[in-house]
């Protein structure tokens, strides 16, 4: 049964600040720098803890400044090593990059695109090269 449909039938109306989903749909391991083949020991832990703690967040949640521990913000590609971005299809063009960490000092950040409810993740950029 679709989520948005009760046992019924009908249609319920989404809640007006749904909470944070997840997407690997767009992920780009095509840049190794990024993107690393293998991951150091902890990580994966540590991003599936992420993922479900934010997971519990709303969208406006996400958006709003979080603090230092979560340095959840847009992406400036200018100030990065990445001056063009994502090379994601032109469709995707438009939304704005986002990122997050995923400690307050280990295992880099996550680069993705809001698009309403879902943060798809784009690049696990563990060793920060995103940045200089």
Known sequence: QHPSASASGIKK??????????????FDASDG?????????????TLMERLKALSGWTVNDFCGPKGKGIRNHPIDWSGTK????????E???????????????KYGRVHGLLIDDTFHIVWLDQDHAVYS
């Open 13 to 26: 109306t989404p809640p007006p600040n749904p909470n944070l989903r997840f997407s690997f749909q767009l």
């Open 33 to 45: 720098e990024v993107c690393p083949a293998v991951f150091v020991e902890g990580y994966v832990q």
């Open 82 to 89: 990445r001056p063009n971005g994502f090379a994601l299809p």
């Open 91 to 105: 469709q995707f063009k438009s939304y704005t990059p986002f990122q997050f960490s995923l400690s307050a000092n």
